[in-house]
């Protein structure tokens, strides 16, 4: 079997964090698949470790100094539309993946798989109101289910996304399969002692974003600072007005960073030093497909308070403490409940990292080709 793999429209982010892992992970203990073929661009090719079964095609319409300005975005779609068919005909590839979403190359055998479910989360839409961000996912949505409606199989990455995306596509004549994302062990021992003497560092790491309520939080750990030495770091950024609205929340009420302070999203080596010395793991967020943040607090043996949907109440099960992303005191109170009883978090941290073991990349990455290969039967 000869699988193609087009990455044509992943630049960077989760999209491009998950073809890499998936590949970097293969184990071609499969003799069914002879070669794997990816086309993309020289940032993305070039962290793909070599493999003899994995050939790296670096196309030239597809890098860009500048990958979000309109000339490199009409090069991207060119190529896929006019030479990824042949490409993958002179490759002569069974079956070609598209991690992006959506494929209008003429490609008839492939598969897809949803990594973005906020086109689907019509509850966002009301909140954001209508502007071009509303157009945007009302045109990938769409893009998307002309996609999943052709593809031979689908891959969603929890049953909450399988069913926020069957709201708007029954699913009839395609396979479709649950498989995660993965996350690798940092195996950090956070176990530190908290009481109220001790410093308390909580952190929340997500876009800053009106699904993420990170007003929400902030304000509940304004009320636990009164009685507890508290210090949180919000690492994100955003370009919205719920950013702008939260960041002068954040200055008017905290102006010196007595409690809080806000990073910009900061490189993997330096969040793992971060975690290393974060006490309590925040997640807010009411709308997510599969929460990386959630698997690295996870893996890094934290203990997470999280709101109470889904998925994150299937992914952490009883590890972890759940609260009402929109309540104030809901938050304030499971934030008390891990603060005060530090055998409490070291109990939950430990049933935490033990569920993360079944999320390790290697297994992903076999689940995925195993299902590749079901689909070419």
Known sequence: MIIGIDTHNIRSGGGENYIIKVLNNFNNTNSTIKRIHVWGNIKILSKINNNKIIIKHNEKLLNSNNPNNLISYCKRIFWHLFKLKRLSNKHHCDLVFFPGSYNFSGVKKYLCINLNILPFE???????????????FLILRNLYLFTYSRALGLIFLSNYAKNQVSKFYKFKNNYNTIIPLGV??????????????????????????????????????????????????????????????????????????????????????????????????I?????????????????????????????????LKDSAVFFNPKDINSIYKNLERLIIDNNFRKKLSSKSFNLSKKYKWFLISKQTFEFICKINT
């Open 122 to 136: 019509d509850k966002l839409h009301i909140k954001i109101g209508y502007n071009l961000r509303l157009i945007k």
């Open 283 to 315: 997640f807010a967020s009411e709308c997510e497909a599969m929460p990386t943040i959630v698997l690295e607090a996870m893996a890094s043996k934290l203990p997470i308070a999280s709101s109470n949907i889904q998925p994150m109440t299937n992914i």
């Open 184 to 281: 690798d062990l940092f195996d950090f021992n956070f176990n530190k002692k908290i009481s109220k003497k001790n410093y308390t560092q909580l952190l929340y790491v997500s876009p800053l974003d009106y699904y993420k309520n990170q007003i929400e939080v902030f304000f509940a750990v304004k009320k636990l600072n009164t009685k507890y030495n508290l210090k949180i770091n919000f690492i994100g950024s955003g370009n919205n007005k719920y950013a702008k609205k939260f960041i002068n929340l954040k200055k008017s009420n905290d102006p010196k960073n007595k409690f809080s302070v806000i990073t910009s999203y900061i490189n993997d080596k330096r969040l793992k030093k971060i975690y290393s010395e974060t006490d309590i793991k």
